[in-house]
């Protein structure tokens, strides 16, 4: 368990540098549309004239409580270290005077990319980095929608509040930065759950070798189903399998070596849990 904690510490400190360091050397040095409390911080600033940093500081302060309101105190206890690292991150990071030359989409594209990179390390955890990624979270557990669609949604309705202090212009660099947000977020929580797995149901009256093949050669366990033939109503074990994706060659082998007239169903498997995905398992 306090291995666990240890990971998880390691990973909210991590993501939130990355998530600070996109903010203060991309969004707000280019005034990037991008969406979250730094984009609303862009947006407002030519309207109030409030120091970005210290806008995008007290949001942050802000929306924990509202997550604490919403999501409960657990949520806010996983919360408080990404919402308490944040301010300090940026205020530190605002000190560096950093301007780098590059293109304004270029700029745009990576500080989506860092975001979504830092936020997902943080929700890996199922904390949350304190900002924008709150409203999400909370409509994502009332409507059972993707995080990083809600996400996406969310920033792109940010981003539009920057046309009124900008120009259309500046708000399409900023969905550069919200879809590449949203896409990193994605990959980051989807990592080391499977992405490549293969979903595979065999029908074959050699059903007992097949399965012991597959225990014998690829080290998966198998679950075997009843079924029924809709022509004749014959009685059939069908084998349901997943595999990774480097070992779906190998079992097609294993299949077609025992019985070529097997029936074989194929699906990708998107989002596996337990042991030899989300858990450690031999001969991967």
Not at 186 to 204: E, R
Request: proline letters at 2%.
């Amino acid at each position: 368990m306090t291995k666990k904690i240890l990971g998880n510490i390691a990973h909210i400190v991590l993501g939130t540098f990355i998530l600070s360091l996109s903010v203060e050397l991309f969004i707000i040095p280019f005034n990037i549309l991008s969406g979250g409390v730094a984009g609303i911080a862009v947006a407002m600033e030519p309207l109030f004239h409030i120091n970005k940093t210290l806008l995008a500081n007290c949001l942050t302060v802000s929306l924990f409580f509202v997550g604490w309101m919403f999501l409960g105190k657990e949520f806010a206890l996983n919360t408080v270290l990404s919402s308490a690292l944040y301010p300090v991150f940026t205020s530190w990071m605002s000190t560096w005077q950093a301007q780098l030359s590059i293109d304004p989409v270029l700029a745009s594209f990576y500080s989506g990319l860092l975001g979504g990179i830092g936020i997902g390390l943080v929700m890996r955890t199922g904390a949350s980095t304190g900002g924008m990624d709150i409203p999400p979270l909370v409509l994502s557990r009332l409507t059972g929608v993707k995080v990083a669609t809600l996400v996406m949604i969310t920033d792109a309705l940010t981003v539009s509040l920057g046309v009124i202090a900008y120009d259309i212009s500046s708000a399409l660099v900023g969905l550069v930065s919200v879809f590449a947000c949203g896409y990193a977020i994605d990959k980051v929580l989807s990592a080391g759950v499977g992405m490549n797995a293969k979903s595979v149901t065999i029908i074959s009256d050699h059903w007992m070798e097949i399965r012991n093949e597959i225990d014998k050669q690829l080290r998966r366990g198998c679950t075997i189903l009843q079924g029924k033939g809709g022509y004749h109503g014959d009685e059939k074990n069908v084998i349901l399998c997943v595999v990774s994706g480097h070992q779906y060659t190998r079992l097609l082998e294993i299949i077609r070596k025992v019985d070529a007239g097997s029936f074989v169903i194929t699906t990708d498997a998107t989002d596996m849990h337990g042991e030899g995905f989300t858990y450690a398992s031999p001969n991967l």
